[in-house]
């Protein structure tokens, strides 16, 4: 016989499965969205429309990927009423498939000096640049490049086949590439004559 007989409050039950996720839920959605009032707002939005449905997360065997995937998704849909071309699929990208990946060749901690930009420099113009890429690919090189997750682990929360994220993921560092290569371009003084 149980001690309690009786069962703890729908609130008490879903503080209890959705508590222990709420920043690694904030910090996906603050990757998403960029700002901090939009990312809590995502996660506000999302905790809404999961209270409700307590049945449902009760029967998730892994609550985590699943979270993040109600996250993203409502992101996307977020997304899409206020601008309709900002759900283009990562497969509309224009890459060049034949020069190396830019982000895969920086495995060393210890660069040429033909390779060391002003990291001054560098870390605003990325963010400038990974704010121009569409939701879905700022959502991709976020998770696996800046936050390490898995592609498998990728493929799940954003419900696409493994091979569907590798093609991807090298179509979107291609793009993140070819726009950060013209933001770091260096332009010419004004109003020089040719020499």
């Known amino acids: ?5 009786f069962k703890p409050s729908k609130s008490r039950r879903f503080d209890a499965l959705v508590q222990p996720h709420l920043d690694a839920m904030y910090r996906f959605a603050y990757r998403l969205a960029g700002q901090q009032q939009d990312a809590e707002d995502l996660v506000q939005d999302v905790v809404v429309k999961l209270f409700p449905k307590l049945d449902e997360l009760e029967s998730v065997d892994q609550l985590r990927p699943w979270l993040n995937r109600v996250v993203y998704r409502q992101f996307i849909d977020q997304v899409r009423r206020k601008n309709r071309q900002g759900d283009r699929p990562l497969t509309e990208l224009i890459g060049s498939e034949g020069q190396a990946d830019w982000l895969d060749s ?3 901690d210890s660069v040429g000096p033909d390779l060391q930009l002003d990291h001054s420099r560098l870390g605003p113009a990325l963010d400038r640049v990974m704010m121009t890429l569409t939701p879905d690919q700022r959502t991709l090189l976020l998770l696996h490049d800046v936050d390490g997750w898995r592609q498998e682990d990728i493929a799940k929360v954003l419900d696409i086949p493994l091979g569907t994220v590798k093609s991807r993921l090298h179509r979107c560092r291609a793009a993140l590439r070819k726009k ?4 770091l371009e260096p332009t010419e003084p004004a109003g020089r004559v040719g020499e």
Do not use: G
């Not at 950060?180 to 933001?183: C, F, V």
């Open 1 to 5: 016989m149980a001690i309690f007989p």
């Open 180 to 183: 950060l290569q013209r933001e």
């Open 106 to 108: 920086l495995e060393s």
